[in-house]
């Protein structure tokens, strides 16, 4: 079936670099999403990478993609108090007749220590 | 983030009661979600739109019910609600079938 995994937390001090990581089952996904949320907000699109590529890179942020292990890592250079939030990792999978379905994994809370 | 809009942002209510919630769009996207957040399960779908009157379920659907009278709304029903229907609820547009979805800023709906 289809299932993403995060862990739920980590924890840096500022300045340093943070890696977050989600593992997915599906091989069929196409694209694999970044999401932010902040406290009382909804879900901000970070960035996403397509299936094809390996890596993607946006100022602060770097996106890994491992397809053969079905692992995608975020890391986010220089980290701020400002990153502190609830980061999810979504697939787009095929589903029905709307293929735009995508599944989250659980969220990975991130604590920025000043 | 496509003018999304969600209404109530917060409600409380009782169990039994039936309550509505609305989605916004000011960017004319096709396609419509709405979402159940709940802690250790992420976002689940509830159902989607493909386009005026034309839903289907998603994986968790069993206890709502939707609507898409108009391109700009998308309402969704708890017909009777309960407490597991405790949650957050998010609303989320694309333009196209295959296109990124953005997300609405969410209704925490208590129901007791």
């Known amino acids: 079936g289809e299932d993403v995994e995060q862990s739920l937390f980590l924890s840096v001090r500022e300045g340093d670099s943070s890696v977050i990581n989600c593992t997915y089952t599906?091989?069929?996904?196409?694209?694999l999403y970044w999401y932010k949320q902040e406290p009382g907000a909804g879900l901000q699109l970070l960035t996403y990478?397509?299936?094809?590529?390996d890596m993607k890179q946006d100022q602060r942020l770097t996106v890994l993609l491992n397809k053969k292990d079905k692992h995608l890592s975020l890391r986010i250079a220089d980290t701020q108090t400002g990153d502190s939030a609830i980061y999810f990792c979504?697939?787009?999978?095929?589903?029905?007749?709307?293929?735009?379905?995508?599944?989250f994994g659980t969220g990975t809370l991130l604590a920025v220590q000043p | 983030d496509a003018g999304i809009t969600q209404s109530p942002r917060h409600k409380v209510t009782e169990t039994g009661t039936p309550v509505t919630l609305r989605c916004h769009q000011t960017?004319?996207?096709?396609?419509m979600y709405w979402y159940r957040q709940d802690p250790g399960h992420g976002l689940r779908l509830i159902h989607y739109?493909?386009?005026?009157?034309?839903?289907d379920k998603g994986e968790v659907s069993d206890g709502y019910s939707v609507s898409r009278s108009k391109t700009e709304d998308f309402l969704l029903t708890l017909e009777s609600a309960t407490s597991s229907q405790t949650s957050v609820y998010f609303c989320?547009?694309?333009?196209?079938?295959?296109?990124?979805?953005?997300f609405g800023p969410g209704t925490r709906l208590t129901v007791l």
């Open positions: 979504a697939e787009r999978v095929g589903y029905g007749g709307a293929t735009n379905k995508l599944i």
């Open positions: 599906d091989s069929s996904s196409t694209y």
């Open positions: 990478i397509f299936s094809n590529m």
């Open positions: 960017e004319n996207h096709r396609y």
């Open positions: 739109s493909y386009g005026v009157k034309d839903t």
């Open positions: 989320a547009c694309a333009l196209r079938e295959s296109d990124t979805q953005y």
